[in-house]
């Protein structure tokens, strides 16, 4: 069961390099997800998609871009790493059933 | 965006005891899910409820939707450590009211079962 498939699973880069994180997908889910997670604050949504080359922000965007060019992949980048950024990333997908499938997270460390 | 609290934050406890979680907001749920996630991990969906004063039992887990939709509680019995890991409860529809446009999480309840 491959599900989701995050890559990078960790990640250092240095502040103001761009970095693009990948996500995935074996199951053919129509929406897709990125969010981060933050001790204190939980997860939070970044960005999703609802279909290829549709896109909407999340409650955390600023800083960050997503495309989806094919159904399985949908890549998250930020422009220009601040420490900020850094965290654990997860990506999910979700038919309209609700069910979401999470990915096994990247953590990525800007120094 | 509703918020959801969750309670306790942290609770360790022995193993063979009962424990209970609880996930409320001020809002009304249209439905609610539980994940448990391992460290490491992503979230792994446990169960969804839809219906006020709706119970679902997972093996040793039972999950209670309060009748108002407002509140929702999971209780372990003989907690094992295989127990151990993160409940976040979860609101499929708080951005939208609809539609598939994100989870909204509560920060979680830290479990630890020891031997």
């Known amino acids: 069961d491959a599900g989701i498939t995050q890559s990078p699973r960790h990640k250092v880069t240095e502040t103001g390099t761009p970095v693009t994180l990948r996500c995935h997908q074996t199951?053919?889910?129509?929406?897709m997800y990125w969010y981060r997670q933050d001790p204190g604050h939980g997860l939070r949504l970044i960005h999703y998609?609802?279909?290829?080359?549709?896109?909407d922000k999340g409650e955390v965007s600023d800083g960050y871009s997503v495309s989806r060019s094919k159904t399985e992949d949908f890549l998250l980048t930020l422009e220009s790493a601040t420490s900020s950024q850094t965290s654990v990333y997860f990506c999910?997908?979700?038919?309209?059933?609700?069910?979401?499938?999470f990915g096994s997270g990247t953590r990525l460390t800007v120094v | 965006t509703q918020l959801l609290e969750q309670s306790p934050q942290f609770l360790s406890i022995q193993e063979g005891e009962n424990l209970t979680v609880y996930c409320n907001s001020s809002?009304?749920?249209?439905?609610l899910q539980w994940y448990r996630q391992e460290p490491g991990e992503g979230p792994v969906l446990l169960v969804t409820?839809?219906?006020?004063?709706e119970v679902k039992k997972l093996k040793r887990l039972t999950f209670q939707f309060g009748d108002a939709r407002k509140d929702s509680s999971l209780h372990i019995t003989a907690a094992q450590p295989g127990d151990t890991g993160l409940y976040l409860c979860?609101?499929?529809?708080?951005?939208?009211?609809?539609?598939?446009?994100?989870?909204?999480f509560g920060k979680g309840t830290h479990l630890i079962i020891q031997p």
């Open positions: 999910a997908a979700t038919d309209a059933n609700y069910g979401y499938t």
């Open positions: 199951e053919n889910h129509r929406y």
């Open positions: 998609s609802y279909g290829v080359k549709d896109t």
């Open positions: 809002s009304v749920f249209s439905s």
């Open positions: 409820v839809v219906t006020g004063g």
């Open positions: 979860a609101d499929p529809e708080a951005y939208s009211g609809g539609g598939a446009d994100g989870l909204t």
